[in-house]
């Protein structure tokens, strides 16, 4: 059983594009949700994470979105680059569990100049 | 600038043999985790530590076992080794409280039972 869902699997993009990533989990006592890229090779490397109490978090090109009511989150990249091209993972955890990850699946993102 | 470190990064067992994978970290840094990745899964949980001498299973620890001899180290072994276990395992360090904090991550070691 999945407890966090993430689509879609692959994603193809043009240079310039917005790529959007989504992600859902049931267990409401998740509060926080990291989202970490992978490229080929390497070990997973946090990208941006969000805390449940915000709905949103900004670094440069990369937004993510939080919305608790729908227990839903999402991760925005725009203007895309093919450098941005990896595997992209969002991930949850509770308050009382560490850093216990519990990982989607990921999205192979490929951005094509 | 966090390091973690496994070895070895290639191995190739036969079904039934014994199998260790190696963890170092030099953030000092108390939780420490397997992971192992797999299409389709992503990164599925199979051991974490909370410090040394500690070890608590994931959400897949059937057919592994895991030792954390001191805050450094953190090892996943396989006493008898499935093809099912060819796999790409990950070793990650945190230091988080609360459920926050970033995990550092290996560069994985490939594993493949023939």
């Known amino acids: 059983q999945q407890q966090v869902r993430q689509s879609p699997q692959s994603l193809t993009v043009w240079e310039g594009g917005t790529t959007v990533l989504t992600c859902s989990y049931e267990d409401s006592t998740f509060n926080y949700f990291p989202w970490y890229q992978q490229f080929p090779g390497e070990g997973p490397a946090l990208l941006i994470s969000i805390l449940s109490v915000s709905d949103k978090k900004e670094d440069g090109r990369f937004t993510t979105f939080f919305n608790k009511r729908e227990k839903k989150l999402s991760l925005h990249i725009i203007d895309s680059q093919p450098g941005d091209s990896a595997t992209y993972f969002c991930?949850?955890?509770?308050?009382?569990?560490?850093?216990?990850?519990?990982f989607g699946i990921g999205t192979l993102l490929s951005v094509k100049p | 600038e966090a390091a973690v470190t496994q070895s070895p990064r290639n191995k190739v067992a036969v079904t039934g043999g014994k199998v260790t994978l190696s963890c170092n970290q030099t953030?000092?840094?108390?939780?420490m985790y397997w992971y192992r990745q797999d299409t389709g899964h992503g990164l599925r949980l199979i051991h974490y530590?909370?410090?040394?001498?500690?070890?608590e299973k994931g959400d897949i620890p059937d057919g592994y076992k895991a030792s954390r001899p001191s805050q450094e180290n953190f090892s996943l072994i396989l006493e008898l080794a499935t093809p099912s276990q060819t796999s790409v395992y990950f070793c990650?360090?945190?230091?988080?409280?609360?459920?926050?904090?970033?995990?550092?991550f290996g560069e994985g070691s490939k594993l493949t039972v023939l």
């Open positions: 953030n000092n840094h108390n939780n």
């Open positions: 530590s909370y410090g040394a001498g500690s070890t």
């Open positions: 990650a360090s945190g230091d988080g409280t609360g459920g926050t904090g970033q995990l550092y």
């Open positions: 991930a949850a955890s509770k308050g009382s569990s560490g850093n216990k990850l519990i």
